[in-house]
Nanobody, 130 residues
Framework: QVQLVESGGGLVQAGGSLRLSCAVS????????MGWFRQAPGMEREFVAA????????YYADSLKGRFTISKNNAKNTVYLQMDSLKPEDTAVYYC???????????????????????WGQGTQVTVSS
């Protein structure tokens, strides 16, 4: 089975930066897309960013473009989320997700639709203080 192990969360002051990492194990499976969701206290889960494995096409929540950057290192089987100019409203649990069934290649794949992803990490807490 695929396992996603997240790291990099923590406490940071407003205006600072953090980089989250998601290490993917279970190399008998092919990852077609990876992404990040977040859930702030008392709020709904929301899409953050996604990236396709083969061509590194990226997708972002409109409100986060320019501040957050998703990337990956195929050799290290790791996906990253670089978060800059952090704001208190970015405080949330951040989840790494993976799609392994090839659905993005079938067309009509909604990268922002959480049930489209087969695997979820345990989440890592990001807290931004004012």
């Amino acid at each position: 089975q695929v396992q996603l192990v997240e790291s990099g969360g923590g406490l940071v002051q407003a205006g600072g930066s953090l980089r989250l990492s998601c290490a993917v194990s279970g190399r008998t499976f092919r990852n077609y897309a990876m992404g990040w969701f977040r859930q702030a206290p008392g709020m709904e889960r929301e899409f953050v960013a996604a990236i396709t494995w083969s061509y590194s096409s990226t997708y972002y929540a409109d409100s986060l473009k320019g501040r957050f950057t998703i990337s990956k290192n195929n050799a290290k089987n790791t996906v990253y989320l670089q978060m800059d100019s952090l704001k208190p409203e970015d405080t949330a649990v951040y989840y790494c997700v993976a799609e392994t069934m090839g659905k993005p290649y079938s067309g009509s794949f909604d990268y922002a639709y959480a049930p489209n992803y087969d695997y979820w990490g345990q989440g890592t807490q990001v807290t931004v203080s004012s």
